[in-house]
């Protein structure tokens, strides 16, 4: 598996603005006596070689993680799209030798431990250039795997306005993966102070 994670890099995307939580970043926000950020490097780390954090706050708290942390090139918070292009751009100019992102939002706490493999492998198996999580059914776009080679094309369709991640996506063969969970969904985003309450339930009835 070293092999593999060799090739991918997984980019923790942080750069939105919190708007329902109250602003600040809402990844360093507790339940339990953890941050959610906490959560998703533990589970993230042991996925992925190389690990990045897309934030536009200026906050030294990342920092403190020894990671690299990246601002989106193009200003104006132009959403998770403008994280992943910048992302992209970060390899190529950093370490061109990896050919695939992973990209994580930094909101989803329960994310399944294999989420990158099974991400990498079905690109592998139908040779796509893109692909998405799905739980029961829901896409999530956020969580994706993006081929470094898409940099160009989606650095032209941002400038040209697009800002949703599916209407990019779909000007391109795609595949999905589906990741089942009949109790909670291990997609579960936090953007407010109840959803803290909800993860807090989650996690002491399922995951603790």
């Not at 942080?14 to 490097?41: A, C, V, Y």
């Not at 079905?122 to 940099?151: C, F, Q, R, Y």
């Not at 579960?188 to 339930?201: G, P, T, V």
Request: charged share 25%; net charge positive.
């Amino acid at each position: 598996m070293q092999e593999l994670n060799n090739n991918i890099c997984v980019v923790i995307l942080t750069g939105g603005l919190s708007s329902r939580m109250g602003g600040g970043i809402k990844s360093l926000e507790k339940f339990n006596n953890k941050t959610i950020f906490d959560r998703i490097l533990e589970r993230i780390t042991p996925q992925t070689k190389h690990i990045i954090i897309n934030s536009n706050e200026n906050n030294k708290k990342f920092n403190e993680y020894n990671l690299p942390v990246i601002r989106d090139k193009l200003t104006g918070h132009l959403g998770p799209l403008a994280g992943i292009h910048t992302s992209l751009h970060w390899i190529k100019r950093n370490i061109p030798q990896i050919e695939w992102l992973v990209s994580i939002p930094s909101d989803t706490p329960f994310f399944p431990k294999d989420v990158v493999n099974k991400l990498f492998f079905k690109a592998l198996e139908n040779n796509k250039k893109i692909v998405l999580a799905k739980s029961n059914d829901k896409m999530h776009p956020v969580i994706g795997l993006w081929k470094s080679d898409l940099l160009e094309d989606l650095e032209e369709n941002l400038k040209k306005g697009i800002r949703k991640i599916m209407l990019w996506v779909q000007r391109h063969p795609f595949d999905t993966v589906n990741f089942d969970q009949n109790f909670f969904d291990p997609f579960f985003n936090i953007n407010s102070k109840e959803d803290l309450i909800k993860a807090k339930e989650i996690e002491d009835r399922y995951l603790l």
